[in-house]
């Protein structure tokens, strides 16, 4: 096949072999993370080739060497999977969904968005994302009597790499930069910005990065805090835990931001007994998703890691039915529906009681497991699917928010 130009600023690309939508949603949402030249890639509609959107004055020959491999490796992916359904569940409420629920928010004055994919907010969405973290926290106490806990945002790339971060997502990643010690160095940072217009960020050379990152998954520190221990059949711990990922181009309102809220539950034990915590696990969701009245399903899923892992991690992923995930619809500006991702149920098997030295009492490593809820896309999910009509919301929530 050969490559077709289209305008100077397009390249389109033959794909190696053709792709699924959902292997296409990936090539399109990691194309941010091939090339500073690169626009974005969209996939055509046949599956079978692509338009790589370039920025102006980009080299093109440099970037169709690097979007061809990129394609190569993404396109591979094993595909087709049956996905299998574990719970459904259909909302009460027959309203419409609200369009760009994002901005009605930010219109409220309930939310304010810096740009960059930090968010603040107060009132009836601060309310929401407390109710929705706490009421999962009761549940998982009382049915699972998972211990409260509190971690630090800053996690150590040592921790990272042991958590196979590196090699499964090493373009979400944010390393923690600080002005070397040095008098004159830190003299000249402070010296150009005492009387600069913007801040002036210190010259590279003048930084150093020293291996602190900010967390970019909710139960990565909680496994160093067991290590040496030896568990009898097993025990949960449940938190908010802040989670950061670089996400790029992509970040968009609450759906896709870089700092963003985690309840995360973690199970640790036998394999007997984190499957069960899984099956458990999923009941809460399910009274969760009740609770709100929403539109869901929680189904199998695999996670987009970064291209040249991409192939087989998933296939092991997916074969083994180790990643549900907790699909919400929303609708989008144009008043579309699309599906957000607001949860994943995780089981790990002794990957991490075997880095992090956890034991079982029969002597074998410790089995894991985590589910992870994403507050800022079940606030997001309960805004679009009950509008601002405080009516049209459950009762026992609108008490607690409104
Ligand atoms: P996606 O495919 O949308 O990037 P993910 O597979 O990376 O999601 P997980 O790693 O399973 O997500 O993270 C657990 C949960 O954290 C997700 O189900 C989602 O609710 C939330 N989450 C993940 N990334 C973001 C983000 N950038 N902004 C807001 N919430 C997020
Ligand atoms: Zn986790
Ligand atoms: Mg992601």
């Given at each position: 096949?050969?490559?077709?130009e289209?305008a ?13 939508a959902?292997?296409a ?13 690169v ?7 046949d ?23 990129y394609?190569?490796v993404?396109?591979?992916?094993v ?12 909302r ?6 609200l ?31 407390g109710l929705?973290?706490?009421?999962a ?18 996690v ?7 958590c ?9 990643v ?39 990152c900010?967390?970019?998954?909710a ?35 609450l ?7 985690v ?22 969701v ?25 192939a ?9 039915e180790?990643?549900?995930e907790?699909l ?16 994943s ?5 002794n ?5 992090f ?36 919301w ?6 607690q928010?409104?």
């Amino acid at each position: 096949m050969s490559n077709i130009e289209v305008a100077s600023t397009d390249i389109v690309l033959p794909l190696p072999t053709s792709v699924d939508a959902d292997v296409a949603a990936d090539i399109e949402k990691e194309s941010v993370f091939v090339s500073p030249h690169v626009e974005r890639i969209f996939v055509e509609p046949d599956g079978r080739s692509v338009r790589v959107v370039l920025k102006e004055r980009a080299p093109t020959e440099e970037v169709r060497d690097k979007a061809t491999r990129y394609l190569d490796v993404m396109a591979r992916q094993v595909s087709g999977f049956d996905t299998k359904v574990f719970l459904e569940n259909k909302r009460q409420d027959k309203g419409p969904y609200l369009a760009d629920a994002n901005l009605r928010l930010v219109e409220q004055g309930w939310l304010h968005d810096y740009g960059k994919g930090q968010v603040a907010y107060s009132g009836p969405v601060l309310k929401l994302a407390g109710l929705i973290s706490d009421k999962a926290g009761e549940l998982y106490a009382a049915t699972l009597g998972a211990k409260d806990g509190q971690f630090p945002a800053l996690v150590d790339a040592e921790i990272l790499h042991k958590c196979g971060y590196f090699d499964s997502h090493p373009n979400a990643v944010t390393f923690v930069g600080n002005v070397i010690e040095d008098f004159d160095a830190i003299e000249a940072f402070r010296q150009a910005n005492s009387c600069s217009e913007g801040a002036l960020l210190p010259q590279p050379d003048h930084v150093h990065v020293d291996g602190m990152c900010l967390n970019p998954a909710a139960c990565f520190p909680c496994y160093p805090t067991m290590t040496g221990r030896t568990l009898q059949t097993g025990e949960c711990h449940s938190w908010l835990g802040r989670v950061f990922r670089y996400e790029s181009r992509n970040i968009s309102g609450l759906d896709r931001l870089y700092e963003f809220n985690v309840r995360e539950l973690v199970f640790v034990g036998t394999d007997e007994f984190t499957r069960e915590c899984r099956g458990k696990a999923l009941k809460i969701v399910n009274e969760l998703i009740a609770f709100f009245d929403l539109d869901a399903v929680v189904q199998t899923a695999t996670d987009p890691f970064f291209a040249t892992v991409s192939a087989a991690k998933k296939f092991w992923q997916q074969a083994q039915e180790v990643k549900n995930e907790i699909l919400i619809p929303v609708a989008k500006q144009d008043g579309s529906r699309k599906v957000l991702a607001c949860g994943s149920i995780n089981l790990h098997g002794n990957f991490f009681g075997t880095k992090f030295d956890i034991s079982c009492d029969d002597g074998e490593p410790a089995h894991t497991g985590c589910v992870g809820l994403g507050i800022e896309r079940w606030v997001l999910a309960c805004f679009s699917q009950h509008s601002l009509d405080p009516k049209r919301w459950p009762a026992a929530v609108r008490e607690q928010i409104f």
